[in-house]
């Protein structure tokens, strides 16, 4: 990207080539305005405090009693409803810093610049350098370079000599490249910057992972010594005696397992069923399933009589069994008479 160097007088001098990733890129509104909200949050002191009804000096005492006077009930004289007495809901000490991601920070920068430079109000100068302090020939500069509302005067160092020049101008800012930040870039309208400022912009905001230094070139490949007339005859014969050896080879392994003798096969192991003599009679066991019981199998069968005792001794001939009588109790004889 190329941006336009103006002398204090206003005409152009030369083009200059600025990094993109700083002056070109497209602006992210929503970090900006998170840096800017953090950075006026972050100036807050928050030492504002107030008493609250507890905290004020006074009694505790009941002002009138509750019913019969008239008036409308009261407690103590510190009730936030009168006069002198506390505040409710007041503001309290406290921290109103916002913490905001290394990275963020450094894109809304970059945002701001970016947008500066794409809306047309970001001005370079080659130089900006008083030999002694007045008011009247920054002024005639600005004027010179286009700005006529709030600008922001950007320097590769702090000047003592520019910042007593600028005190007495209305809605203008001195400050040295390294403590540039949103807020300022967005409360003026207009950045003038010099050359040297660009300069220490990009180095301190360019994006990171800046091109990585080259890779060594990879060591080449050792050539190997030209071999001599012996190593030469030497590889051929030995190639020679590849397609041979791979010849003989099969042969050679059937002459050694014919020679070879034979492995003696291993015995078979006896199971215990083995090992037990079998009797000469015993028939060979077969498994026969049982039929399943039907119904007609089981209606077929006489059910079995539930025999006494006293049955039993009356069908092998013994005595009846005994009958026990019952006691009666005789009616009383009715008297005669």
């Known amino acids: 990207m190329k941006l336009a160097v103006l002398n204090a007088e206003g005409k152009e001098l030369r083009k200059l080539n600025v990094d993109d990733s700083v002056f070109g890129i497209e602006p992210n509104g929503t970090v900006l305005h998170q840096a800017y909200v953090r950075q006026r949050n972050n100036q807050r002191a928050g030492t504002a405090q107030t008493r609250t009804r507890g905290e004020v000096v006074g009694s505790t005492r009941k002002l009138h009693r509750q019913k019969g006077t008239g008036r409308a009930r009261a407690g103590t004289a510190g009730s936030p409803t009168r006069v002198g007495g506390g505040t409710a809901f007041g503001p309290r000490v406290r921290d109103y810093s916002q913490a905001m991601p290394k990275k963020m920070r450094r894109l809304a920068i970059r945002s701001a610049l970016s947008g500066k430079a794409a809306d047309g109000q970001l001005v370079i100068i080659d130089q900006l350098a008083l030999e002694v302090p007045k008011t009247k020939e920054i002024a ?22 520019i910042l007593a020049s600028t005190r007495n101008l209305h809605r203008t800012k001195v400050l040295p490249a390294r403590y540039l930040n949103v807020g300022d870039m967005l409360n003026h309208q207009s950045l003038l910057m010099t050359e040297d400022a660009v300069r220490i912009a990009e180095s301190l905001w360019a994006v990171e992972g800046a091109p990585k230094a080259a890779k060594k070139p990879a060591r080449p490949a050792r050539k190997k010594a030209a071999a001599t007339p012996k190593a030469r005859a030497k590889a051929k014969d030995e190639d020679e005696a590849k397609p041979e050896a791979a010849a003989e080879a099969p042969a050679a392994e059937a002459e050694a397992a014919a020679e070879a003798p034979a492995k003696p096969k291993k015995a078979a192991r006896r199971t215990r069923a083995a090992a037990k003599p079998k009797d000469e009679g015993a028939a060979k066991k077969t498994t026969t399933r049982r039929a399943p019981k039907t119904k007609a199998s089981t209606e077929d069968k006489p059910k079995p009589k539930r025999a006494t005792r006293a049955r039993a001794k009356a069908a092998d001939g013994e005595d009846k069994p005994k009958t026990t009588r019952r006691r009666t109790t005789k009616k009383p004889e009715e008297s005669e008479g």
Request: aromatic letters at 0%.
């Open 140 to 161: 005639r500069i600005l004027h010179n370079v286009g700005i006529n509302r709030s600008a922001l005067i950007v320097t590769s160092e702090s000047d003592r000599s």
